[in-house]
C-alpha cells in the first residue's frame, strides 16, 4: 500500500495534538488514538478506492507516425467505478522518439472514458515498440496512492514525413512557390489527352481552335490539353555509405526519401506510374512502377525502413537490374552524392551505356555550409585550413555537375531545405513540355 503526500502531511501534523497532550500528560494515548484514526481512513481509503480491474486503459494513435513531425497520441481511460477519480499517465516511449509532456493528467468521471493527450516526435524512420501504459492516481479520501501497468505493447512504423503530403499538395507547392519567391513553373499547355474547351485568348495558339466549337458560339473557342497519363516514374534511391553524411543532424538519405515520398504522391494523383529501386552495392529492393493508393502504401512500406550500409554504390549493377525488370521508357529520378569526378563520369557512362532509353536525372543535396566556409574570413591557423578545404570540395562539386551538364544528363543539386519542391517541379515541368 503507498501512501499519498496528504497522508504524510497529516502523519506530522499529528505532532501538535501530541505536543499539547504532553502538556496534559496525555501525549502516549493521543499518539495511539491519532495514529489508529489515520490508519483506519488508510484502510478504508484503499478499500473504497478502485482498484486496476475498474479502469480500462488504451493507447490511440495512427499506426502510422511522421519522422521528424508532431505526432499526437492519446491515451484513453475508462472508470467502471463509482468515483472520480484524477489519474496521471505516463506511457513506456522507445528510443529514438522525442516527446513533450511526460506525464498525462487525466480526469475520469464514474462510468464514463476520458483521454489525454502528448507529442511525439520521431528522430528515425523503422519500426518502434511502444510499452505499457503507467497510471498512478490518490485514492477517493487522498489518502493512499495506487500505480498500476496495463499492457499496451505495440510496433508502430515511423514512416518519413507523411504529414508534408497535405501540407505540400499539388495546390499548396505553387502557393509556396509564390510566397518564396521561387520561379513559378510555367503553364505551357501543352499535352496530348483533350481537357476542355475554352474561349481564346491573346497569345494562345491559333492551331488549337476548334472551329466547330467557334460557329456554334459565334466567337473563338480552342481546345485545351492536360499531359498524358499512364507514364512510368521510377525511383531510384542509393543507400550506400555516401548518403550517411549529415546536413542539420537528418542524413542526405532521410531528406532523399521524404523527397521521393512527395514526388511519388504528386505522380500518382497526376495519373502515372511510380516505381522504387533501392541499391547500393547490389539491388536491395525493387517496386515495379503502378498507379493508385494501393501503390503509394506499397512504396511506402518499401521506403520507411531503408537503412543506408557502409558500402559503395554499384550504379552499372542497378541500372542492369532496371533494363531487365522495366522495360519501358521511364523518368529515372537518381536520389545519390558524389564525392568526386571518377564517380560522377562511372554514372554518367552508366546512364548512357546501360539505361540509354531512360531519361535520367540525377538528384544530389547541396550542404550549403561548405559555400559559408569558402566566404567565410580567416582569422585563425583553423580557419585557413577549413577554408582551403570548402573551396577544393566545392571545385569538385562544380567539376561534377559539368560532367553530367556536358553528357546532357538532367542534375538537381539543391540544399536540403529545397529538395522535395525542386524534384516536384523538375517533373511537372517535365511532364507539361512533354519530355517524358
Known amino acids: 500500500m503507498h501512501f499519498s503526500r496528504l497522508f504524510s502531511l497529516l502523519i506530522l501534523a499529528g505532532v501538535v495534538p501530541i505536543f ?16 489508529v484514526f489515520l490508519i483506519t481512513l488508510l484502510i478504508i481509503d ?7 480491474k475498474d479502469f480500462e486503459v488504451e493507447r490511440i494513435c495512427d499506426e502510422k507516425l511522421s519522422m521528424g513531425a508532431e505526432n499526437e497520441i492519446s491515451i484513453n481511460i475508462r472508470n467502471n467505478s463509482n468515483y472520480k477519480i484524477d489519474i496521471e499517465a505516463l506511457d513506456e516511449i522507445p528510443q529514438y522518439i522525442e516527446f513533450e509532456k511526460k506525464v498525462v493528467k487525466i480526469k475520469v468521471h464514474p462510468h464514463y472514458d476520458a483521454e489525454g493527450k502528448y507529442i511525439v516526435i520521431p528522430q528515425k524512420r523503422g519500426e518502434f515498440l511502444f510499452g505499457s501504459i503507467h497510471i498512478r492516481y490518490n485514492g477517493v479520501l487522498k489518502l493512499c496512492s495506487k500505480k498500476y501497468k496495463y499492457d499496451a505493447i505495440k510496433k508502430y512504423k515511423v514512416y518519413p514525413n507523411l504529414k508534408d503530403l497535405t501540407k505540400y499538395g499539388l495546390a499548396a507547392i505553387k502557393k509556396s512557390q509564390l510566397m518564396q519567391g521561387i520561379k513559378k513553373i510555367k503553364s505551357y499547355g501543352l499535352g496530348t489527352e483533350f481537357e476542355s474547351l475554352r474561349e481564346y485568348n491573346t497569345g494562345d495558339d491559333y492551331r488549337k481552335i476548334n472551329w466547330l466549337a467557334t460557329a456554334r458560339a459565334n466567337k473563338f473557342i480552342i481546345n485545351t490539353y492536360e499531359p498524358e497519363k499512364n507514364q512510368q516514374i521510377m525511383i531510384m534511391l542509393d543507400s550506400s555509405r555516401v548518403m550517411n553524411s549529415e546536413i ?27 516505381g522504387v529501386l533501392v541499391f547500393d552495392s547490389s539491388v536491395k529492393r525493387y517496386v515495379k512502377p503502378g498507379k493508385g493508393m494501393g501503390q503509394f502504401q506499397l512504396l511506402a512500406e518499401n521506403l520507411y525502413n531503408v537503412e543506408e550500409n557502409f558500402v559503395s554504390a554499384d550504379y552499372n549493377g542497378a541500372l542492369r537490374y532496371l533494363n531487365q525488370n522495366q522495360k519501358r521508357r521511364s523518368l529515372l529520378c537518381i536520389f545519390t552524392e558524389l564525392f568526386n569526378t571518377s564517380e560522377a563520369f562511372e554514372l554518367s557512362s552508366a546512364l548512357k551505356n546501360i539505361a540509354k532509353h531512360h531519361i535520367p536525372i540525377v538528384i544530389t543535396i547541396k ?10 574570413e580567416v582569422k585563425t591557423t583553423n580557419d585557413i585550413f577549413l577554408k582551403a578545404a570548402a573551396i577544393k570540395m566545392v571545385k569538385e562539386r562544380e567539376q561534377i555537375m559539368k560532367v553530367f551538364h556536358d553528357s546532357g544528363i538532367g542534375v538537381i543539386d539543391v540544399p536540403p531545405d529545397k529538395l522535395s519542391i525542386e524534384v516536384v517541379n523538375k517533373y511537372l515541368q517535365m511532364k507539361s513540355m512533354m519530355q517524358i
Open 20 to 35: 499539547i497532550g504532553a502538556i496534559t500528560g496525555l501525549h502516549f494515548y493521543i499518539f495511539i488514538i491519532y495514529n
Open 46 to 52: 484503499h478499500v473504497i478506492t478502485p482498484k486496476k
Open 248 to 274: 542539420k543532424y537528418i542524413k542526405k538519405l532521410d531528406y532523399s526519401i521524404n523527397a521521393a515520398f512527395l514526388l511519388a504522391d504528386v505522380a500518382i494523383k497526376k495519373g502515372d506510374n511510380v
Open 367 to 376: 550542404d550549403m555550409r561548405l559555400y559559408e566556409w569558402e566566404q567565410s
